[in-house]
């Protein structure tokens, strides 16, 4: 609409006077085929086939029918593509006279719609006729579009009557090609603007050519072209008997996860000599439905569109209109042109011969043509079908392989390599992968057999992988293991080839998968398959590493040393606490009679001997020297071993610290003959006898934080380790035992060898009446103690029963009931037959009589209970109670402390008891 409302002259100007006659009349000609096919067509209704391939293509194909320009263009690339593919059908098409197929527009014999053929047959009418006769059957709104169209060229038809000598017929030329293999006749449908445009490209070189070149070029066959005449020279027909060199295809991409259509062919020139690209052709064969079946043909590159040169090592790009990439192409076939699975191209020189044929697919009984095996792959997504190295073996099967798409085009250049190796068909012998330790470093050590290539190249290498599993799906970074390579050239010299990788962290504790592969630094896609083993790092690495406990009290229990030797060397520790003790990270430390210090177990995190594991609450945990046999001495396992060359002798030390460097726990020893065995004392009172016999299992816990006599030098081996029974320190009081003395009541016993908080004992009566004694503070480490008071005072009689309380945090934490046995509170306990005179004038004649006390330095006798037998009366001034101090034994040796007289108010006249209590 804005074409006819334009006053543009040069817009008008290239309408109607360049483009539409050029197109109508190539349309226009095209009517004679399009209504002939529609009456084979009717005949034989099978043909429908060879123009509409699925339905999406037939409704796409109606729907062009109200748009009469658009459909006969797309008639006329239907017309070439299935000329060519049904060359022996057609070819017997005799094209109805034109004046014939007006007529016939009336009653057709199928119809396309009646506006599409009246319109178009009076298009052709008119421009043949040089009139604007419209036919009258048609009505006024069906007409006025193309009215105007025709009436404007017939305008310019008059003004210059040169292009009534316009072609209006399609050139047919007839010609015997190889297809494939065989010979079979084939129609080639030529362009009228295809041939305009060679006649052009011919009248310049014509015009260059002297006069005889010309005579001889006029005399060349000429063809007479059918449907209205005129003469041409068909320009491939000097490049027909020529002989070519072989381009090959090099590249396939026949579809996208975005775009199915999104395609490329990409052509090479393996020569060294430029190739002229004039009237090759590439075909397409679509895919078979029946292994019988002859397949639908599409003319990608006609050879009637090629030209230009391809250089030597240099590529030609063929795309469709979707295709995305950033290469330019050289050609680009049209848009209903496509590609899919299992399609056939075949390459065709100009002399017809088969420059290369390339199938592929998913299935080899639906691909038409290949050379010796077709490429198959199930999943070609995002990829591209590229030659390996632009080898070519006559099989598709071998010559290609998938990759990420790299189209290029005329620009490029790339010679075939001379060192390049399909790594996919090497092998490799005798591969294996092991694991080796040394006391500070563990090797994972590779062995194969290089493959026997003999080339020499720097182009290859190995590749380290790891994983769990034998899939190498996901695989372990090298550094998690502390390998800091993880590449080696590859030799390919057939030699026995071994690679050491120094290891120094376990990412997992389990078995791991070692594989290798072959990789091209040229080609990053080009990989081998990959070969495995599997190994094992040792335990000691793949622990985890937790953080050991600090702050707390291990204690050295027990040491074993050997002069000259270290074999069964061992230290035994022992946790005094009532909770587990993480040791990783912890260390002992030697030091020798000149002070220099050495670690027993390396601090390096690749180390093999380390101090690892956890000591039970009041457990053990024995360490060795890696040369023992303690299983076989003592029935007993060492739970971790240090170095044979760690060894101890006289006047050495031993320093326990934990994994902040601190030290917890320092033994030193002196000399000694042969061999020492040194074991910590449960309690501060023990003895070589008392821990062999009821100390024995009371724990090794004796701790004066001096470091000075915690230890008893001993006559047998005594090694426990963390499966060895908890030996918990007594939180009690242990060996108690009551004994009296005349009055006195003495209490032993040993104190609690745990250390207890908030802690005190107490002395009570049966009637839980708490005795006012002295009494020592709670200590540990089963300090013997004793306890000694006057029971007489506290009226306390032989089978009367007290209690010795130990009381924590003011609860009763233990009870010991004791008996009171043989104590004996008299001053004076008379034979029987002692006679005593009362009032005598004579105080000489009085029998004194005496009773041994014992006084507390502290506390005083308040209480004196005397037994007097047979006493009848007391009178007088002469009864007197006197304490003396001890002097030499004897009465009244020592020096007078006390005197006092008994009177008779304190024993009355006339009482004769058993026991008289004398208040003092």
Same mark, same amino acid.
């Given at each position: ?460 290498? #190995? ?16 550094? @998690? ?87 069964? @060397?061992?230290?035994?520790? #022992? ?322 402390? #006390? ?22």
């Amino acid at each position: 609409d804005e074409i006819f409302t334009t006053e543009d002259p040069e817009i008008l100007y290239f309408y109607f006077e360049i483009i539409l006659p050029k197109i109508i009349p190539l349309s226009s000609s095209l009517i004679d085929l399009y209504f002939r096919t529609i009456e084979e067509i009717e005949k034989d209704p099978s043909l429908l086939s060879f123009y509409i391939y699925e339905n999406e293509d037939k409704n796409w194909f109606i729907s062009l029918l109200n748009n009469p320009l658009k459909l006969l263009l797309a008639i006329k690339g239907r017309l070439l593509t299935t000329l060519w593919e049904n060359g022996e059908k057609l070819s017997s098409f005799r094209l109805p006279n034109i004046s014939n197929l007006i007529d016939r527009f009336r009653k057709p014999l199928i119809t396309p719609p009646t506006k599409y053929v009246f319109n178009i047959a009076n298009i052709y009418y008119s421009i043949n006729a040089n009139t604007q006769q419209i036919n009258q059957d048609t009505n006024e709104s069906e007409l006025t579009y193309f009215e105007e169209i025709i009436g404007r060229i017939n305008k310019n038809i008059k003004n210059n009557p040169s292009t009534t000598t316009l072609n209006f017929s399609e050139n047919i030329e007839t010609e015997t090609t190889d297809s494939l293999n065989m010979e079979i006749q084939t129609t080639i449908v030529t362009s009228t603007d295809d041939i305009e445009i060679d006649k052009e490209r011919e009248e310049k070189e014509e015009n260059t050519e002297n006069t005889e070149n010309e005579e001889q070029e006029n005399t060349k066959e000429q063809q007479i072209v059918r449907g209205g005449g005129g003469i041409y020279r068909d320009k491939c027909d000097e490049y027909k008997n020529k002989s070519y060199p072989n381009l090959i295809i090099s590249e396939i991409q026949f579809e996208t996860e975005e775009d199915k259509d999104d395609e490329f062919i990409e052509i090479y020139n393996p020569n060294n000599e430029e190739i002229d690209l004039t009237c090759w052709q590439l075909e397409k064969y679509s895919s078979l439905s029946t292994p019988t079946e002859t397949p639908s043909l599409q003319i990608l590159l006609p050879k009637t569109k090629s030209s230009g040169l391809i250089k030597p090592y240099s590529f030609y790009l063929i795309t469709s209109k979707n295709y995305s990439g950033t290469i330019t192409p050289d050609y680009i076939y049209a848009e209903s042109y496509y590609l899919s699975k299992n399609n056939s191209l075949v390459l065709r020189k100009p002399n017809g011969e088969i420059s290369d044929i390339v199938g592929f697919g998913g299935d080899k009984e639906k691909i038409y043509k290949f050379e010796n095996n077709p490429f198959i792959s199930q999943d070609f997504t995002n990829k591209s079908i590229q030659r390996i190295n632009y080898q070519d073996t006559n099989d598709n099967s071998r010559d290609f392989w998938l990759r990420n798409p790299s189209p290029k085009n005329s620009a490029f250049q790339e010679k075939p390599r001379k060192d390049f190796i399909n790594l996919n068909e090497v092998e490799i012998e005798n591969f294996n992968a092991s694991v080796t330790t040394t006391e500070e470093n563990i090797y994972l050590n590779i062995k194969f057999k290089e493959p026997s290539l003999n080339i020499a190249t720097t182009n290859y290498f #190995y590749e380290i992988l790891v994983s769990t599993s034998s899939n190498f799906q996901n695989n372990i970074d090298l550094n @998690e293991f502390g390998i800091t390579t993880s590449t080696f050239l590859s030799k390919f010299n057939g030699e026995d080839r071994e690679e050491t990788l120094e290891v120094n962290k376990c990412p997992l504790n389990t078995q791991f998968y070692l594989g290798i592969r072959i990789k091209d630094i040229l080609d990053e896609e080009n990989l081998s398959k990959i070969w495995h083993s599997t190994f094992t790092l040792p335990e000691y690495l793949c622990e985890e590493e937790t953080q050991g406990t600090n702050n707390v009290k291990i204690l050295i229990s027990e040491i074993f040393i050997r002069e000259g030797t270290s074999t069964n @060397e061992y230290i035994e520790l #022992y946790n005094p606490n009532n909770f587990e003790i993480n040791l990783n990270g912890w260390n002992l430390i030697k030091v020798n009679r000149e002070g220099k210090e050495e670690y027993l177990f390396s601090t390096s995190t690749k180390r093999k001997y380390k101090l690892k594991g956890k000591i039970k609450p009041y457990g053990y945990f024995l360490i060795a020297n890696v040369n023992n046999n303690l299983k076989e001495q003592f029935g007993i396992l060492p739970d971790v071993v240090y170095s044979k060359d760690k060894d101890f002798a006289k006047n050495n030390k031993i320093k326990l610290i934990n994994s902040n460097n601190e030290i917890v726990d320092i033994v030193e020893w002196q000399n000694f003959d042969d061999e020492l065995i040194l074991i910590r004392k449960g309690g501060i009172e023990s003895t070589k006898e008392s821990m062999k016999n009821e100390e024995k299992n009371f724990g090794n816990s004796y701790d004066n934080d001096e470091n000075q006599n915690e230890f008893i030098e001993f006559d047998e081996n005594e090694p426990q380790n963390s499966d060895s029974q908890q030996e918990i320190p007594p939180d009690y009081l242990t060996f108690v035992n009551l004994k009296t003395d005349k009055q006195n009541i003495i209490i032993e016993f040993n104190s609690p060898y745990s250390k207890l908080n908030n802690a005190f004992y107490e002395i009570r009566k049966e009637n839980d009446e708490k005795l006012d004694v002295t009494l020592p503070e709670v200590k540990n480490f089963g300090k013997k103690e004793i306890i000694e008071f006057n029971g007489c005072y506290f009226d306390l009689e032989n089978s009367n029963k007290i209690s010795l309380l130990l009381v924590v945090n003011d609860e009763i934490k233990h009870k010991y009931d004791l008996e009171i046995r043989n104590l004996d509170c008299s001053i004076y306990k008379a034979e029987g037959n002692e006679t005593i005179s009362w009032g005598m004038q004579s105080p000489t004649n009085l029998r004194k009589i005496a009773q041994e006390i014992k006084i507390d330095k502290v506390i005083y006798i308040k209480k004196v209970k005397l037994k007097l037998s047979k006493m009848d009366k007391l009178e007088g001034d002469n009864v007197w109670l006197k304490i003396y101090s001890f002097g030499n034994g004897k009465p009244e040796t020592g020096n007078l402390i #006390y005197s006092t007289k008994i009177s008779e108010e304190t024993i009355p006249k006339g009482f004769n008891p058993e026991w008289v209590e004398f208040n003092f």
